[in-house]
């Protein structure tokens, strides 16, 4: 995941409801970050039908498990490196949601 610390991430942390979506937006219009959220992305790769990881992801949201960090920060870093966004700056909203999370990302 080296590829991960060449961008600029702020994590936007919240509960359901807490406004995180608005705050983004609002960062995103005064300052041009890109707005990435984990749950999106996730959701998005388990409807995806060829997807390696889509079955996967369904079945740990159908169980209520939290999805292993590799597959999340694999989806990260790829939704990084496909943006068009010239400054590759970004707020994550949704990530990371335990300490096994921050891990993953650091390495």
Request: a neutral charge; aromatic letters at 8%; hydrophobic letters at 35%.
């Amino acid at each position: 995941m080296s590829e991960i610390q060449k961008f600029e991430v702020l994590f936007i942390l919240g509960g359901p409801g807490a406004g995180k979506g608005t705050l983004c937006r609002n960062i995103n219009e005064k300052y041009g970050y890109v707005h990435l959220s984990a749950g999106d992305l996730l959701r998005e790769e388990r409807m995806n039908s060829n997807s390696k990881y889509g079955e996967l992801i369904e079945n740990y949201i159908k169980d209520g498990k939290i999805v292993p960090v590799a597959i999340t920060c694999s989806l990260l870093d790829r939704a990084m490196q496909m943006t068009n966004s010239p400054h590759k700056r970004f707020l994550i909203d949704g990530f990371p949601r335990n300490q096994d999370n921050i891990d993953g990302w650091n390495e």
